[in-house]
């Protein structure tokens, strides 16, 4: 369970750190904000799994990707076309939203 609750949390935090590096590739818009606020929600629950590990943030750790993969994709159906950067997104969204659900419902 240590081990799982490492990889969600790490998996939080790198993540969150590619959303919040959105800033700096162009234009900023809507998107970019929604990216961002999601990076820096992303980097906080991470931060907490690693840290403080209860339960609130394991089912924070579900419904926040869960709505991220919701948006991601959005996002590619909208383009019409996945880009590299939103199926990292979305790959890692599912290890985590798995990791989380394994973690609240205490299967050993």
């Known amino acids: 369970m240590e081990r799982i ?7 939080l935090v790198v993540s969150g750190v590619v959303h919040v590096l959105q800033l700096f590739r ?3 818009n809507v998107g970019v904000f929604i990216t961002v606020l999601f990076g820096i929600l992303y980097l906080l629950i991470g931060v907490l799994l690693l840290t403080n590990p209860k339960r609130i943030w394991f089912i924070m750790g579900i419904v926040i990707p869960l709505l991220g993969i919701l948006l991601s994709t959005l996002g590619a159906l909208s ?6 950067l939103l199926l990292f997104y979305i ?4 290890i985590v939203v798995v990791c989380c659900i394994y973690l609240v419902t205490g299967k050993k």
């Open 91 to 94: 790959v890692v969204d599912v």
């Open 26 to 28: 162009g234009a900023f």
């Open 5 to 11: 609750r490492l990889v969600a949390g790490w998996l």
């Open 79 to 84: 383009a019409s076309a996945m880009s590299w």
